[in-house]
T-cell receptor, first 114, second 117 residues
Framework: GENVEQHPSTLSVQEGDSAVIKCTYS??????FPWYKQELGKRPQLIID?????GEKKDQRIAVTLNKTAKHFSLHITETQPEDSAVYFC?????????????FGKGTLLTVNP | EPEVTQTPSHQVTQMGQEVILRCVPI?????FYWYRQILGQKVEFLVS????????KSEIFDDQFSVERPDGSNFTLKIRSTKLEDSAMYFC???????????????FGPGTRLTVL
């Protein structure tokens, strides 16, 4: 089955710096890659996603890149703010049938220091 | 904005007891899921449910687990005889069935923290 690896497990940056979180996946049939943000004690919430027919997607300070050949995708947050501090999870989902399960990475605890 | 809700927020039970975790998915969603997250580990898929039947389950979802949509709004996860290793945060999620369903966002509930003593 699918396996998603995520790095780093913790990341500390200064406010205003950029943060990059990387994930790799194993199943070449995966075609949808969402990123979730989970603040302490709250539910995971989707912040951005990308489909396999796209190499990059941007939404204000957040961008995701996908390299299908290498089977890796990354989250980029620019001009980080303290409210960006949270755990970020990458995930992958394969296409076909009714197989809509998400396979998650282990998460990255991002701390933005003011 | 509609949200997935879950009750209770925290459940403490004795090993061997049955527990039922409850979820109310977003009203127009037709795909439902349960995931769990053991403390410090990744979120793991348990089961997906569509059209009143299980569409996929993981190897974690053994005979001790069952799901049910008892009415038009609730979606439940039952663990028949809890084990210590069932202690985890259990998340319910739901997604739409419109368009390309495989790309539809899964909306997560706030979770139920299950503690088995």
């Amino acid at each position: 089955g699918e396996n998603v690896e995520q790095h780093p497990s913790t990341l500390s940056v200064q406010e205003g710096d950029s943060a990059v979180i990387k994930c790799t996946y194993s199943d070449s049939a995966s075609n949808y890659f969402p990123w979730y943000k989970q603040e302490l004690g709250k539910r995971p919430q989707l912040i951005i996603d990308i489909r396999s027919n796209v190499g990059e997607k941007k939404d204000q300070r957040i961008a995701v890149t996908l390299n299908k050949t290498a089977k890796h995708f990354s989250l980029h947050i620019t001009e980080t703010q303290p409210e960006d501090s949270a755990v970020y999870f990458c995930a992958a989902k394969r296409s076909g049938g009714s197989n809509y399960k998400l396979t998650f990475g282990k998460g990255t605890l991002l701390t933005v220091n003011p | 904005e509609p949200e997935v809700t879950q009750t209770p927020s925290h459940q403490v039970t004795q090993m061997g007891q049955e527990v039922i975790l409850r979820c109310v998915p977003i009203s127009n969603h037709l795909y439902f899921y349960w995931y769990r997250q053991i403390l410090g580990q990744k979120v793991e898929f348990l089961v997906s449910f569509y059209n009143n039947e299980i569409s996929e389950k993981s190897e974690i979802f053994d005979d001790q687990f069952s799901v049910e949509r008892p009415d038009g709004s609730n979606f439940t996860l039952k663990i028949r005889s809890t084990k210590l290793e069932d202690s985890a945060m259990y998340f319910c999620a739901s997604s739409e069935a419109t368009g390309l369903a495989s790309y539809n966002e899964q909306f997560f509930g706030p979770g139920t923290r299950l503690t088995v003593l």
